[in-house]
């Protein structure tokens, strides 16, 4: 098939999965797009590098330098959802107050720049964090937010799955890349193998929960149109997670995906104790398989060395480099400089991360901020124990990105800025207040439906109850 061809049938296909899924009863905002573009930016590729106007990076300085034309839609993306966030400023208020140890390790990652070796970079890097920070408020503050998270997560998947094929089958000079070892690695829309695994991470997850409603029979989540697409693009996913070979990416997907569908169960889901034993289970699982002599049968059955393709040693070279234990190196700088030098003279395949999230977080933050992400991810399980019983609907999705998040993390740099896996695992350990939407957060525009348009202007009118966050 001629490559316009098929591109001409990719792009009908993506709006046909657009159409079947759609949902007219559902009252969301046009402004979940301002996240889900960020997101698909992040887990695809710039827009300097789409357009071929930033080369790779090959020495230490241009690791320093970054694009123009990238940080001007950031910044403009970062501006607009702020805009929406001084518009729905009673309900960002209230979730940045439930959601109190983010918002100090946020905080603290501030602070780091003072005493970091490039702090502008640092400053520049910290401004993206607090991009991810906002798009995450963006979701969570819309009016239907079950049905934002739905939509969200599907609209990732829906752009970002068919067009990885697109360029993997009949673009291989954007889809594929040839390694430093000469080895071609199947990348779609992204850049590397791994980024290509964590979006399919995000997507498959989100599919299985899909799926898992239609099962249980919640809502109206057996109409045809939405189970075709997501059964289309769950088949899609697969397809793409055997072509990426991203070994980290596929098994944390079968980790929560398998919990997810175990949870579902009425009869276990409302017993908590079991769930923790669950959660625990798979967390422990995947820690002694990666780090355990015990692991090393399993780790070399998936196709991967007990050194964990060099991570090991990796590893050990960084905490003996790494000169400020306590406070860190300053926020994600510390892969700048020398140190990237002579890391790069050491290894021939360059890398530019740890390959650890919980080691990435120790190296820039120190002690202090490894403490204060410990802080974030046990306050963020205390929530998803409370999500069950208050939010059933995306529940288990919270619970399945918390275990993906929390396995990515040992074997990937996972908390990082711009880390499409580091966006929703905010999203899903996140607090979310019960109370009323303010007036300003209801006049936002949503789809058509003259009925829950009636209702709305009678709520808003002081004749019915407005409606409340689960």
């Not at 291989?172 to 779609?188: A, D, H, I, M, N």
Request: with cysteine; proline share 4%; net charge positive.
């Amino acid at each position: 098939m001629a490559p316009g061809i098929a591109t001409i049938l990719c792009a009908g296909g993506i709006i046909g999965l657009f159409v079947l899924d759609r949902d007219r009863n559902a009252r969301i905002s046009k402004a979940l797009w301002i996240p889900v573009l960020w997101i698909s930016l992040s887990g695809s590729r710039m827009v300097s590098q789409w357009l071929g106007l930033s080369l790779r990076i090959a020495t230490a300085d241009q690791a320093v330098e970054g694009s123009p034309l990238d940080r001007n839609i950031l910044a403009g993306l970062i501006a607009v959802g702020l805009l929406v966030c001084l518009r729905r400023r009673r309900e960002v208020g209230a979730l940045l107050r439930a959601n109190a140890s983010i918002v100090v390790f946020f905080a603290y990652c501030a602070a780091s720049i003072l005493w970091s070796d490039y702090p502008f970079v640092a400053f520049k890097r910290w401004t993206k964090a607090i991009g991810d920070l906002v798009m995450i408020l963006i979701v969570l503050s819309d009016p239907d937010r079950s049905a934002a998270m739905k939509r969200f997560v599907a609209r990732i998947g829906f752009l970002l799955v068919p067009a990885s094929i697109l360029l993997i089958k009949y673009y291989p000079g954007l889809g594929q890349v040839y390694g430093l070892e000469g080895k071609v690695r199947y990348t779609g829309v992204t850049l590397d193998k791994n980024t290509l695994g964590a979006v399919c991470l995000i997507s498959g997850v989100g599919c299985v929960w899909r799926l898992v409603e239609a099962l249980r029979g919640q809502g109206n989540a057996r109409k045809a149109g939405p189970l075709i697409a997501q059964i289309t693009l769950l088949a899609m996913v697969l397809w793409l997670f055997q072509k990426a070979d991203s070994m980290t990416s596929l098994a944390c997907f079968v980790l929560a995906a398998a919990l997810m569908a175990v949870t579902s169960f009425r009869a276990l889901a409302g017993r908590r104790a079991v769930v923790h034993l669950l959660v625990g289970g798979v967390l422990c699982f995947a820690f002694a398989a990666l780090f355990l002599e015990v692991g090393a049968g399993l780790v070399e059955t998936v196709g991967r060395d007990s050194t964990l393709t060099g991570r090991a040693d990796l590893w050990k070279h960084l905490l003996s480099m790494n000169e400020h234990p306590i406070f860190g190196s300053g926020f994600e700088t510390f892969w700048l400089g020398k140190r990237l030098e002579d890391l790069w003279q050491i290894y021939w395949w360059q890398p530019n991360e740890s390959h650890n999230g919980y080691l990435e977080v120790f190296l820039n933050l120190g002690w202090i901020g490894e403490a204060l992400l410990a802080v974030v991810i046990a306050t963020g399980y205390r929530n998803l124990a409370g999500a069950s019983r208050h939010d059933p609907d995306t529940g288990g999705l919270r619970l399945a990105y918390f275990v993906a998040g929390a396995a990515y993390g040992l074997t990937e740099a996972a908390f990082r800025v711009l880390s499409p896996v580091w966006i929703v695992f905010l999203l899903a350990i996140s607090a979310v207040p019960r109370g009323p939407l303010s007036k300003a957060t209801a006049a936002l525009p949503r789809p058509s439906g003259e009925q829950h348009r009636r209702d709305f202007a009678l709520a808003l009118g002081g004749k019915a109850r407005p409606p409340t966050w689960p």
